[in-house]
């Protein structure tokens, strides 16, 4: 067999035959994908699917948008540089200009851009090298539920534990704070009073000469938890943990790799609350689908030296080329506005299926980021009424849906949350569908439960 034929089962066989132990999705997402076009792809069987996972987020404008591959045709069709290290071209140059537009005017006027190694974690990388660096700390602050990345510095950020385990010797003095949650809060509390202790722990924590803590280097949150279970960051927690560090001089590193460009239904998640940041870690969607990470931060930071952060394909010019077509397709067809608006219709869509099902314990998210948490509603719910969470039920909806032709991811802390993150281009059709189709697959997963409990 050549890998360019042959049926899902047969290449899925090949895969495991030859790639790594860690490969991940083709474990539960059987299917060898052929061919992709706006939000739907095919695969090898002839089967179509709705692609709510659309790379991790990375596909904006969906699979093989006009715009985006005309972009690349151009910088072929010319002969322009493929790969340029970090000698600049006029595509770079162009690039940054759409990227800078993109951002807020308080934030751009001071803006340093530093283009990493394609992927979200090197940018995070960059960034713990860049606040340490400056403030000449080395404590970094993060939050439980995080997730930064699978390299060594992000890893040591993120709060999954699992990934951790077998890894000696993590970054040191990293310290994971609690992130505000209406359920399941940390502090056991829940509701709008969850966020007040938060901030008051924070700023108490970072006065505290008792507290284990030598001074921060920096602090690192993601203005939505993806990974984590799609769990937004409240606005008025927001503003204080900026207070607080702003007021002590601890650079604050917001994460948008996952949230950034419209995703949230603002052109970026961190502007709903009216923040500034000094760091955004930039990835995912910026690169137009191709692999592109940069760091951008104030410029007052900008004090290391020459060749202090580099990466061979940090001149990945195609991928400029698409993400500048993607910033401009974003901007100038509002897709932040219509990510807010297909958001809520398939929020709604979820939240009736929650309406109908006592497995459903929570939709939550923030434009076209939205999860769905799975409990078991025959356990006895904890203090603040929550049933607890039941990953197996997840995996079954997941599974149903799949089976039905939709594909969705998992997230939470242990599994427990359904993902959705379509395409931005996403139509009220293919909303209204995607909703349907998961409607279906949660009463079908449901019907399993009770048929194995009989």
């Known amino acids: 067999m050549?890998?360019?034929?042959?049926?899902?089962?047969?290449?899925?066989?090949?895969?495991?035959?030859?790639?790594?132990?860690?490969?991940?999705?083709?474990?539960?997402?059987?299917?060898?994908?052929?061919?992709?076009?706006?939000?739907?792809?095919?695969?090898?069987?002839?089967?179509?699917?709705?692609?709510?996972?659309?790379?991790?987020?990375?596909?904006?404008?969906?699979?093989?948008?006009?715009?985006?591959?005309?972009?690349?045709?151009?910088?072929?069709?010319?002969?322009?540089?493929?790969h340029t290290l970090d000698v600049t071209t006029p595509e770079k140059e162009a690039f940054v200009d759409r990227l800078f537009e993109s951002l807020p005017d308080e934030f751009a006027?001071?803006?340093?851009?530093?283009f990493c190694g394609p992927a979200g974690t090197d940018a995070v990388e960059a960034a713990l090298k860049l606040v340490k660096t400056a403030t000449g700390n080395r404590s970094v602050l993060a939050y439980r539920g995080a997730y930064h990345g699978m390299t060594h510095g992000s890893l040591s950020l993120t709060g999954d534990t699992e990934p951790k385990e077998p890894i000696p010797g993590l970054m040191a003095d990293v310290h994971h704070l609690p992130y505000p949650r209406e359920r399941r809060c940390p502090f056991g509390i829940g509701g709008t009073e969850s966020e007040r202790v938060g901030a008051r722990y924070v700023e108490r924590l970072l006065d505290d000469p008792g507290s284990g803590i030598v001074d921060p280097a920096g602090m690192i949150l993601e203005p939505v938890q993806g990974e984590g279970g799609v769990v937004p960051a409240p606005d008025e927690w927001l503003r204080e943990v900026r207070r607080i560090t702003r007021e002590r001089d601890v650079p604050l590193i917001v994460d948008e790799i996952q949230t950034g460009l419209g995703r949230t239904g603002e052109p970026w998640g961190f502007e709903r609350s009216g923040i500034t940041p000094d760091v955004l870690t930039l990835s995912k969607a910026i690169g137009g689908g191709l692999p592109l990470a940069v760091v951008v931060y104030d410029e007052a930071l900008d004090v290391w030296e020459p060749g202090a952060h580099a990466g061979t394909f940090r001149g990945n010019q195609l991928a400029m080329a698409a993400g500048r077509a993607t910033i401009e397709h974003v901007l100038e067809g509002d897709l932040d506005e219509h990510a807010a608006e297909m958001g809520e219709r398939l929020r709604a869509g979820l939240e009736r299926t929650g309406g109908g099902s006592d497995a459903i314990g929570a939709v939550r998210g923030r434009g076209l980021m939205l999860g769905v948490e799975v409990v078991d509603p025959t356990a006895e719910?904890?203090?603040?009424?929550?049933?607890?969470?039941?990953?197996?039920?997840?995996?079954?909806?997941?599974?149903?849906?799949?089976?039905?032709?939709?594909?969705?991811?998992?997230?939470?802390?242990?599994?427990?949350?359904?993902?959705?993150?379509?395409?931005?281009?996403?139509?009220?059709?293919?909303?209204?569908?995607?909703?349907?189709i998961f409607e279906e697959a949660t009463l079908a997963a449901e019907n399993e439960t009770a048929e194995v409990a009989r």
Do not use: W
Not at 109 to 114: K, M, S
């Open 2 to 82: 050549n890998g360019e034929t042959g049926s899902n089962e047969a290449l899925l066989r090949q895969q495991a035959e030859r790639e790594s132990n860690a490969r991940t999705y083709p474990r539960h997402l059987r299917l060898a994908l052929d061919r992709a076009r706006g939000t739907v792809v095919e695969d090898v069987d002839g089967n179509a699917y709705y692609d709510c996972l659309a790379g991790a987020g990375s596909l904006a404008l969906g699979h093989n948008h006009p715009e985006v591959c005309e972009a690349v045709e151009r910088v072929l069709d010319r002969e322009g540089p493929m």
């Open 109 to 114: 006027e001071r803006a340093r851009i530093q």
């Open 381 to 436: 719910t904890d203090a603040l009424g929550c049933h607890p969470v039941d990953p197996g039920a997840a995996k079954r909806i997941q599974r149903e849906c799949l089976d039905r032709g939709l594909i969705v991811e998992r997230g939470g802390r242990r599994g427990e949350t359904v993902r959705f993150l379509p395409p931005l281009t996403v139509s009220r059709e293919e909303v209204d569908e995607i909703a349907g």
